[in-house]
């Protein structure tokens, strides 16, 4: 049976752009999945709007055969440590919640995080850091609740970071008999974000190339960066899934872009 992963719907923005990317997909390709991932950024203001993006999906593939893995927008007007509250709104409105978490369909796990980043991919982390404070949206739309709902600050995503990858690759050195494909938001590979500015590029991607050839994965599925990207590292093939915002797509280019995650388990 078939598998999807799609990041970077930012679906409240095609909706809003008078767009369905879902519309331009034959049914009978939706209606086959078995899974459909969502690694990341399925809308801005997750409180209100998660639940009408889901039942949107909803017409297209069953929700309990979707799984939801947050990305960076997924907490504007948000707070970044309550995963619990949307864990609740996907599981209420029939969806999986994936964050850290493995999915097993057929002989394939998923092993599922945001990732997020360590800042260090040219060695200066401080300066990775301030860049990404002065100049990125994640640390004026999203809230801490635990420290009085201030600003988020990139030490604390840094660290989640970290989290998630020890979590990554405690899963990865497990013996596993199948396949292992691991769905992030965030990048793994430098070359990912080679078309950002180069003072924001460690905000969108860490180095992870020697995790990657270490640990024998075979897929690895990212978004963040909306850039087209594919490349084989060790048994891997590591690629980018993003659909991206309407104005980034052309007419007729939806499918292409939505089918581009597809995995046969």
């Not at 008999?177 to 991607?205: D, N, W």
């Amino acid at each position: 049976m078939p598998a999807l992963v799609i990041a970077d719907l930012h679906l409240d923005l095609w909706l809003k752009a008078g767009r369905d990317p879902f519309q331009a997909c034959p049914p009978e390709t939706l209606r086959s999945l078995d899974a459909l991932f969502i690694a990341g950024d399925l809308c801005n203001k997750p409180k209100a709007r998660w639940s009408k993006m889901l039942e949107h999906i909803s017409r297209y593939v069953p929700l309990e055969r979707v799984y939801v893995t947050p990305g960076n927008h997924d907490y504007y007007g948000h707070t970044f440590d309550k995963d619990d509250s949307l864990e609740r709104i996907a599981k209420e409105a029939g969806a999986h919640f994936v964050q850290t978490r493995q999915v097993h369909i057929e002989d394939t796990r998923f092993l599922c995080c945001t990732l997020w980043t360590d800042f260090q991919l040219f060695g200066d982390v401080s300066g990775g850091m301030q860049d990404a404070q002065e100049k990125l949206n994640d640390y004026r739309s999203i809230r801490v609740a635990a420290a009085g709902y201030r600003r988020l600050q990139p030490i604390e995503t840094r660290r989640k970071h970290l989290e998630h990858r020890q979590w990554l690759e405690n899963k990865l050195t497990d013996h596993f008999p199948g396949r292992t494909v691991v769905v992030t938001h965030h990048a793994p590979l430098p070359t990912a974000a080679e078309a950002i500015h180069q003072s924001l590029q460690p905000a969108y991607c860490s180095d992870l190339t020697s995790t990657i050839e270490r640990s024998g994965v075979d897929e690895w599925l990212f978004g963040h960066t909306h850039i087209p990207v594919e490349v084989e590292i060790g048994a891997a093939r590591v690629r980018n899934v993003s659909l991206g915002y309407p104005d980034q797509v052309a007419e007729g280019q939806e499918v292409h872009r939505l089918l581009s995650g597809w995995i046969d388990t």
